[in-house]
């Protein structure tokens, strides 16, 4: 068993950063890849970014540019950090790791308004 813990989120203006962090504990030595999704209400989650233990990243395209992704193997952790924030970036964002079965994290809300 993986537990994750989110930290991070909260109400940031158009234009703004963010950084959300997740820590995995548990059977966490056998960790893979690591990444961040999102779901806005009435939408499906979606990928934001993931990290493979080799440092390998993919983003969804409109995430390039704005958002970066980063992990420290030694402390389990997995980190995003987001610039240039939208609205329509709003949602609830989710931490998932796998060994290689799936772990969710329970979510923190991202709000980008004015």
């Known amino acids: 068993q993986v537990q994750i813990v989110e930290s991070g989120g909260g109400l940031v203006q158009p234009g703004g950063s963010l950084r959300l962090s997740c820590a995995a504990s548990g059977s966490a030595s056998r960790i893979t890849a690591m990444g961040w999704y999102r779901q806005a209400p009435g939408n499906l989650r979606e990928l934001v970014a993931t990290?493979?233990?080799?440092?390998?990243?993919t983003y969804a395209n409109s995430m390039k540019g704005r958002f970066t992704i980063s992990r420290d193997n030694a402390k389990n952790t997995v980190t995003l950090q987001m610039n240039s924030l939208k609205p329509e970036d709003t949602a609830v964002y989710y931490c998932r790791v796998s060994t290689p079965a799936n772990y969710w994290g329970q979510g923190t809300q991202v709000t980008v308004s004015s």
């Open positions: 990290i493979s233990d080799s440092g390998h990243t």
